[in-house]
């Protein structure tokens, strides 16, 4: 049975030092995920296509929270280049271990500094019945911030790590 305790919503806002153009090319090329995304193991591609103005990418993700606790979904992205939007859903046509998730991304320029992104990241969640629920609770309150954390850094020419810098 599902309850309250299932189910996670979130959304982040952050601004970034980097025109919307590179930021997005950033967001949407989830080819580079592996190495940006803390839990990320594995992320394999197995479908792309397009459909008029949106490119559509299916994509494997394997998640590792813990040793020996690992969960994988597939999700279908649909990439919006000249809106700068990315939104994911999970491909019901696979096995995931998630009971549900949708989530997007969007990309606008700073209203108030020249050169500068506003980023904007939404995630629905429905957990897996079995999920226990500390590794629920870690990835309520660490996912938003290394969904966008990564962005930010990449984009401003910090390592994904915060360490250090570009130049």
Known sequence: ATGPW???????????AAPPEAVFARVSAIEGYVGKLPMLASLTVYEQGEAGAWVIKRARYTNRILPGYAYINHLEHHINRRMKIMN?????EKQNDFEAMSGRWFIEAHPNKPGW??????VNLQFPRMMPGFV????????????????????????????????
């Open 136 to 167: 629920r609770g870690l990835l309520i309150n660490q996912g938003l911030s290394s969904a966008t954390g990564w962005v930010k850094d990449e984009c401003e020419g910090r390592s994904p790590s915060g360490l250090g810098t570009a130049g």
């Open 88 to 92: 994911f859903d999970l491909d019901t």
């Open 117 to 122: 992104s506003r980023a904007y990241y939404q």
């Open 6 to 16: 299932a189910a996670a919503r979130g959304v982040a806002v952050t601004e970034i």
